[in-house]
């Protein structure tokens, strides 16, 4: 088992910033691939960003690109999400997700991942 709390949501002024935290727990860290999710109230839970267990291959969805950046610090079992340039559309529920992928490819799919956080709130004011 997989046990995954996010840290660093909160309240932030369009054009601001914040960086979310993924603290991992149960098993070793390497070989799970890892992803950040959101969903907003009435929306379906889309993917955000993903990346390798090693950390060299990341992946993002265009409405984020260039301005979120995903990366990992396998030292500490942490994967985190800086979040740069925050939309009002950015607001939403965030998790971060974990899969065993010895293949050191990179997972997009929701239904892909084995592990979930709770979630972290990151609204995001005009």
């Known amino acids: 088992q997989v046990q995954l709390v996010e840290s660093g949501g909160g309240l932030v002024q369009a054009g601001g910033s914040l960086r979310l935290s993924c603290a991992a727990s149960?098993?070793?860290?390497?070989?799970?691939?890892m992803g950040w999710f959101r969903q907003a109230p009435g929306k379906e839970r889309e993917f955000v960003a993903g990346?390798?267990?090693?950390?060299?291959?990341?992946y993002y969805a265009d409405s984020v690109k260039g301005r979120f950046t995903i990366s990992r610090g396998n030292a500490k079992n942490t994967a985190y999400l800086q979040m740069n340039s925050l939309k009002p559309e950015d607001t939403a529920t965030y998790y971060c997700?974990?899969?065993?992928?010895?293949?050191?490819?990179?997972?997009?799919?929701?239904?892909?991942?084995?592990?979930w956080g709770q979630g972290t709130q990151v609204t995001v004011s005009s």
């Open positions: 997700a974990a899969v065993y992928q010895p293949s050191n490819s990179i997972v997009v799919g929701t239904t892909e991942y084995d592990y």
């Open positions: 149960g098993r070793t860290f390497t070989s799970y691939a």
């Open positions: 990346i390798n267990w090693s950390g060299g291959s990341t």
